[in-house]
């Protein structure tokens, strides 16, 4: 999947967007640890490669300042650890987009194929499947905003 490719058509759209900017392997890997979670390896490549963000108050959870240790909002471990403290998220989920305690949307590493699913911080349940992997989810993603 070409990230850089689709990051430029949001760049070149309307759209006010910004990236985090890559992280490395060092910490894409200290981020699984952190979480206890295996990311699917579509995900790794939009961390190396972007890191998160995209379209402002609507961006992607990633790594900042390549630091996969920054626990705050906007990122994949302060959002999920957030979901889990507050909304008792299962330990299988990563957090991927969440917004403003309502919206939260994350990879289930116990599925097969890594859907993107969507969790129910009101009645603490997952919801339904949004994407059956990463890579369909940020063409959605891209394809939405422009």
Known sequence: MNF???ANQLANSNSDTFWQGGA???Q??????LLKAKLPTVFKEFL?????GGVADSEIS???DNNATLDFGGTVYGDTLCAREDFELPEHLVVIFYKDDEICWCIDTCSS???IVSYDVFKQKVGPTIANDFGEFFSDYVSRRL
Request: proline share 0%; hydrophobic share 25%.
């Open 62 to 64: 990633g790594i900042e």
């Open 113 to 115: 194929n890594e859907q």
């Open 24 to 26: 490395d392997t060092v």
């Open 48 to 52: 190396q490669t972007l890191g998160g």
């Open 28 to 33: 894409i890997e200290k981020l699984e640890q």
């Open 4 to 6: 850089n490719e689709l």
